[in-house]
């Protein structure tokens, strides 16, 4: 058998998980995702993510690639893990899988990433309140818009970065789109090149302060310009973020 590189795309409800990555003795969607690959790949494997997600936080496209020297047609692999991992929690869920050159990878390779975050700015679902961050106060779409135009752009954003995460080389990234839109729940929609620990996290509560009247929309600028994490609003909860989509040509 040839070494082959396979790309998944990969949907899941993070409410019990410790998050993509593996963690010792704590449940992951990498270590769920590994288990079901080992089995009908015939050995070990190592799915490597696209985006680190946080416990808590869904994806409807998450993407990991994988290598190996295994027999099982790519066009089977979705059906047969998927089999492996309703065994389970049923909570994490292969949509697809495509063949890939050698040498690619989920991560390294990915062009830009587009998040959404959703926002319940209404009474409380009791069932919901796992996916959708619950504001019962009013939010001022209006002024949120104009905040988030004063993020979009390559900038410094080393004021949307929370502590802990990876260290990175630098804090420059470029944000291309940011999008508010009032359906069933608000959604803030975040494309961007790359984001640093939690960043989406931190925008979307920002534009939230915004929205409350405690961050007047013009001052946005140069909380950027401060890269002062103190300066920014508070990080928005891990559930109401959802990983939408991976690019790798372009958006």
């Not at 990234?173 to 090149?193: C, F, M, N, S, W």
């Not at 990080?235 to 109401?240: D, I, L, S």
Request: charged share 25%.
């Amino acid at each position: 058998m040839i070494e082959r590189n396979i790309l998944l795309t990969i949907e899941y409800d993070g409410t019990d998980f410790c998050g993509w990555q593996k963690q010792p003795g704590k449940r992951s969607v990498q270590s769920e995702i590994e288990r079901a690959l080992g089995v009908i790949c015939g050995g070990e494997i190592k799915a490597n993510g696209a985006s680190r997600t946080d416990a808590g936080v869904h994806a409807y496209g998450q993407r990991a690639s994988f290598t190996g020297e295994f027999g099982i047609p790519t066009d089977k692999i979705v059906v047969a893990a998927n089999n492996i991992l309703r065994r389970g929690a049923d909570d994490a869920r292969i949509v697809s899988a495509e063949e890939k050159p050698i040498g690619f990878h989920a991560r390294f390779d990915a062009k830009a990433k587009h998040y959404i975050y959703r926002i319940s700015n209404r009474e409380l679902v009791i069932f919901r309140r796992n996916y959708a961050y619950h504001i019962s106060k009013p939010l001022d779409l209006n002024s949120m818009k104009e905040a988030a135009n004063h993020i979009i752009g390559l900038r410094d954003f080393k004021c949307f970065q929370a502590t802990g995460g990876e260290e990175k080389k630098t804090t420059v990234r470029t944000i291309y789109d940011i999008k508010i839109a009032p359906r069933r729940d608000l959604l803030i929609e975040v494309t961007g090149d790359s984001f640093l620990y939690n960043m989406v996290r931190i925008i979307a509560g920002t534009l939230v302060d915004v929205g409350l009247g405690k961050i007047h929309p013009a001052v946005v600028p140069l909380i950027i310009e401060s890269k002062d994490r103190q300066n920014a609003g508070h990080t928005a909860p891990p559930h109401g973020l959802y990983l939408s989509e991976v690019y790798y040509d372009g958006i």
